[in-house]
Nanobody, 124 residues
Framework: QVQLVESGGGLVQAGGSLRLSCAAS????????MGWFRQAPGKVREFVAA????????YYANSVQGRFTVSRDNAKNTVALQMNTLKPEDTAVYYC?????????????????WGRGTQVTVSS
């Protein structure tokens, strides 16, 4: 059974930084693409960033391009999201996602396992 546990959320002022981490277990981590989604109150869950199974490809939503960086450590079974220059509109619950199929480049919200989420709040 795949388990994903996020950490690192919190309250930060606009312009600040946070680093989210997701620890994965239950299968061979390095064979699967990983990603991050977020959901703000009253809004649908949206894609934030993804990294391929090898770590060689990364993908970002336009809204976070240039501010967020996704990375993975296959030796530690973790994926991270470094968030810089945070804005109030980045406030949301952030979810770690793991592709259900191996050898993928990115993730789709219809074919992933989900973590429980971690709250990120950016004050103005």
């Amino acid at each position: 059974q795949v388990q994903l546990v996020e950490s690192g959320g919190g309250l930060v002022q606009a312009g600040g930084s946070l680093r989210l981490s997701c620890a994965a277990s239950g299968r061979t981590f390095s064979n699967y693409a990983m990603g991050w989604f977020r959901q703000a109150p009253g809004k649908v869950r949206e894609f934030v960033a993804a990294i391929s199974w090898s770590g060689g490809r990364t993908y970002y939503a336009n809204s976070v391009q240039g501010r967020f960086t996704v990375s993975r450590d296959n030796a530690k079974n973790t994926v991270a999201l470094q968030m810089n220059t945070l804005k109030p509109e980045d406030t949301a619950v952030y979810y770690c996602a793991a592709d259900q199929s191996p050898w993928g480049a990115t993730v789709k919200n219809t074919n992933v396992y989900w973590g429980r989420g971690t709250q990120v709040t950016v004050s103005s």
